[in-house]
């Protein structure tokens, strides 16, 4: 009787313990979110006020936290939004496709005084992308301190944008990768047009991120040195986990503490190579919560953004995980 009762203790804890160990989210994904407007392709902007004839104009949910979260929910997992758009039909249109993704919207901002953030994309024959941002409500995008518990009821927490936050890129950042860290979510980090600014805070950042994900270029930029491994020496030194470097076409270079490799980029028919920073970063995030290795999670990565290469937009060419896991399989690699 008495080995009954304590047995029924036990289980009784346990269960609680599961439940409590429970989150909202698989991820959230936080930052930057932009609606694109990209066309392709194009080769010159006409004269004067002339019209050139292109094969194809598409819309679509972009930048930092919103081509990582596109692409993870496309994978399956679940996924929310942390972001904020303007109170106008570019928000409605980002939200309305995030809906019907299953991205819970539930922690979407609209900013009264700004329009969303926008960027037009004339995309070159090659795949290229010259950009025309207008900065927007990303700005204006704040995380409170007594939103962060909301913010972090998932297992991982991807923040994307640095750099194209005004309002979060004044230490709040920081402040909510520390939260993230503390509550115990995996946390991973990437930036955009990084300035003398984004390198000051650095410090602060990346001793609560575990994946660091620039792209080379930035890297470079940001730690002043040119190899990959000076560049992963000076991040690591300041904190991070373990980084994984964007390398374009080369795919991506990843150096953690014990271990140092390069993983290829995929074989594609390039169309346009927006978003495939953005998309890596939700590929690889959701392999993480699939529970795949380092090595094997920046291989999905590289596929979905290989993907994401072949068609329009940053969320392109991806269609599920099992066809995703079927191109990975299938696709030939590009030599570096
Ligand atoms: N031409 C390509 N062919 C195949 N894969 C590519 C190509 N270009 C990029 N990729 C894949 O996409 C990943 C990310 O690309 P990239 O290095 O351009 O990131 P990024 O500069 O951060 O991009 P973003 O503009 O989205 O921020 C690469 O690591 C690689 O795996
Ligand atoms: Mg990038």
Redesign the pocket.
């Known amino acids: 009787m008495l080995l009954h009762a304590n047995a029924l203790r036990i289980y009784v804890f346990l269960a609680h313990r599961v439940e409590t160990n429970l989150s909202k989210f698989d991820a959230v994904f936080v930052g930057l979110t932009t609606l694109d407007i990209s066309g392709r392709p194009v080769s010159a902007i006409p004269e004067g006020g002339g019209v050139a004839f292109i094969e194809e104009i598409r819309l679509n949910p972009a930048g930092?936290a919103a081509g990582a979260v596109m692409n993870a929910a496309k994978l399956g997992i679940r996924c929310a939004t942390v972001a904020c758009v303007g109170q106008d039909e570019k928000g409605d249109f980002i939200a309305d496709v995030y809906r019907r993704k299953g991205i819970d919207c539930s922690m979407l901002q609209r900013s009264q005084r700004s329009a969303t953030s926008a960027t037009i994309l004339p995309i070159r024959p090659d795949g290229s992308r010259p950009a025309l941002h207008a900065r927007g409500a990303s700005d204006d995008l704040f995380i409170a301190d007594d939103q962060f518990d909301a913010v972090c009821d998932a297992r991982f927490l991807h923040h994307g944008g640095t750099g194209l936050l005004k309002a979060m890129d004044q230490g709040q950042s920081a402040r909510l990768l520390q939260h993230a860290k503390q509550s115990g979510l995996v946390t991973s980090f990437?930036?955009?047009a990084p300035n003398a600014h984004t390198r000051g805070m650095l410090d602060t950042l990346l001793p609560h991120v575990d994946y660091f994900m620039?792209?080379m270029e930035?890297a470079f930029f940001l730690s002043g040195t040119s190899s990959p491994a000076d560049a992963a020496r000076y991040f690591l030194d300041r904190g991070a986990g373990t980084c994984i470097f964007?390398w374009g076409a080369k795919g991506s270079y990843i150096q953690a503490k014990s271990e140092t490799f390069h993983v290829p980029a995929f074989r594609v028919q390039v169309s346009d190579t927006c978003g495939c920073?953005?998309s890596y970063c939700g590929g690889f995030i959701a392999a993480l919560v699939k529970g795949w290795g380092l090595r094997q999670a920046c291989t999905l990565a590289s596929a979905v953004s290989a993907l994401v290469a072949s068609g329009l937009g940053s969320d392109a060419g991806v269609v599920d995980f099992a066809e995703t896991l079927a191109f990975m399989h299938s696709a030939s690699i590009l030599e570096a």
């Open positions: 930092t990437d930036l955009i620039p792209s930035e964007k920073g953005d």
